[in-house]
């Protein structure tokens, strides 16, 4: 029993060193750079830092970069005439007709008009004649009484026609009373309707600008500038209505710019429709502009670090670190600057790719790399690697 408890107690510290050891071994290759774990475990003989053997430093797929030229885009307008036109037109006329009311009888007229555009008429009257005029004539629209008196001339005043009481269809009828043995008869010649249409067409200018797809991808801000010539005492309300909406209703400042915001959402890339509407007066309108404000380019900038061995191993020449871009081979020129710690280089090439040294630009620790387009650039790789 003696010599088999001996046994065990020499062979437990033999065990425990062997698993010491594992566990060394294993925590060794964990924290092992992966390029060398990696080698280590499929069995190839790789040094670490050892001359010939790359390492990647920064790899990236920075895709489209755009180039946007100048900052500010402005895009003119021819200048535009409004004016408030009012024409007097006969919106109905009638024959000779004559009116009576007797004992046993009561002839009445009535005649019907149309107002096309009853929203832009205004001052409808009734014109008339009466060669004959015995007892009160009463005149209704559309059934509501608007006159009721006796005629004392043949010529009378026009009647007035309230704008509340008139529709699309009108009707105007014709009637006469009087005392019981009063003759009641009236007779008509030269019957008009008469009204003033505005001519809208007059009052609204449209025109049409193209916005590019660049000042909308990189729009930062928008305005709307024209100057009118006007009376300020004597204009109406000046409407401006872009791509269907209404941006802007009031009057504006007369012999002065005026200057409208606009924002993103106005605008849409290609034709733009600019409305401008009065309500009344006259303006000439001059300097109509539209101008964008577009942000800077944004250029690709990302980071890559050096550690110290590294940085020690291209010091003494046994390693250098390079920067490559591959473009798309679309067989357009490519122009960009690129800045590597502040230390700038220019790419002017039609081919699809470009190499540079940074071995005597790169620092130990963090380094970063920006790419600035001048041209617009299709990049399908960067990669910043030592060898």
Same mark, same amino acid.
């Given at each position: 029993m003696v010599r088999r408890s001996g046994r065990i107690q020499t062979g437990s510290p033999a065990s425990a060193l062997i698993g010491i050891m594992t566990l060394l071994f294993i925590f060794y290759i964990l924290f092992l750079p992966p390029a060398e774990r990696r080698a280590l475990l499929e069995g190839d003989n790789v040094t670490p830092g050892a001359p010939g053997a790359e390492e990647v430093l920064l790899t990236a797929a920075p895709g489209r970069l755009a180039f946007v030229p100048r900052t500010q885009f402005d895009h003119p307008l021819p200048n535009i005439y409004l004016i408030e036109t009012r024409n007097a037109v006969v919106l109905g006329k009638e024959n000779p007709f004559a009116v009576k009311k007797g004992w046993f009888s009561d002839e009445r007229k009535s005649i019907v008009f149309s107002i096309p555009q009853i929203e832009n008429t205004e001052n409808v009257l009734l014109s008339f004649q009466t060669p004959v005029r015995k007892g009160e004539l009463h005149i209704t629209l559309n059934g509501m009484p608007i006159f009721e008196a006796r005629v004392a001339t043949q010529n009378p005043a026009p009647v007035d026609l309230p704008k509340t009481?008139?529709?699309?269809?009108?009707?105007?009828?014709?009637?006469?009373?009087?005392?019981?043995?009063?003759?009641?008869?009236?007779?008509?010649?030269?019957?008009?309707?008469?009204?003033?249409?505005?001519?809208?067409?007059?009052?609204?200018?449209?025109?049409?600008?193209?916005?590019?797809?660049?000042?909308?991808?990189?729009?930062?801000?928008?305005?709307?500038?024209?100057?009118?010539?006007?009376?300020?005492?004597?204009?109406?309300?000046?409407?401006?209505?872009?791509?269907?909406? *209404?941006?802007?209703?009031? $009057?504006?400042?007369? %012999?002065?710019?005026?200057?409208?915001? +606009?924002?993103?959402? /106005?605008? #849409? =890339?290609?034709?733009?429709?600019?409305?401008?509407?009065?309500?009344?007066?006259?303006?000439?309108?001059?300097?109509?502009?539209?101008?964008?404000?577009?942000?800077?380019?944004?250029?690709?900038?990302?980071?890559?670090?050096?550690?110290?061995?590294?940085?020690?191993?291209?010091?003494?020449?046994?390693?250098?670190?390079?920067?490559?871009?591959?473009? *798309?081979?679309?067989?357009? $020129?490519?122009?960009? %600057?690129?800045?590597?710690?502040?230390? +700038?280089?220019?790419? /002017?090439? #039609? =081919?699809?790719?470009?190499?540079?040294?940074?071995?005597?630009?790169?620092?130990?620790?963090?380094?970063?790399?920006?790419?600035?387009?001048?041209?617009?650039?299709?990049?399908?790789?960067?990669?910043?690697?030592?060898?």
């Open positions: 009481l008139l529709r699309e269809t009108n009707t105007i009828e014709f009637s006469v009373t009087g005392g019981f043995f009063e003759g009641k008869r009236y007779s008509f010649t030269d019957v008009k309707v008469i009204g003033d249409i505005t001519d809208i067409e007059k009052q609204k200018s449209t025109n049409t600008f193209s916005i590019s797809q660049l000042e909308i991808d990189n729009f930062e801000a928008g305005y709307l500038d024209f100057y009118p010539i006007c009376e300020q005492a004597s204009v109406g309300v000046l409407n401006i209505e872009l791509n269907g909406k *209404v941006i802007s209703s009031s $009057v504006p400042a007369c %012999e002065s710019l005026n200057r409208q915001e +606009l924002y993103a959402e /106005d605008l #849409r =890339q290609g034709k733009n429709t600019l409305i401008l509407r009065i309500t009344k007066g006259s303006y000439r309108i001059e300097q109509v502009r539209v101008r964008t404000n577009i942000k800077p380019v944004k250029a690709f900038v990302d980071f890559f670090d050096i550690k110290s061995s590294l940085y020690n191993a291209v010091l003494d020449g046994k390693k250098r670190i390079v920067l490559d871009l591959e473009f *798309v081979d679309d067989g357009r $020129v490519k122009r960009a %600057e690129t800045n590597v710690n502040g230390k +700038l280089d220019v790419i /002017d090439q #039609r =081919q699809p790719s470009f190499t540079r040294d940074l071995s005597k630009i790169i620092r130990e620790g963090n380094n970063y790399v920006e790419i600035r387009p001048l041209t617009e650039l299709d990049i399908v790789k960067l990669e910043v690697r030592a060898e």
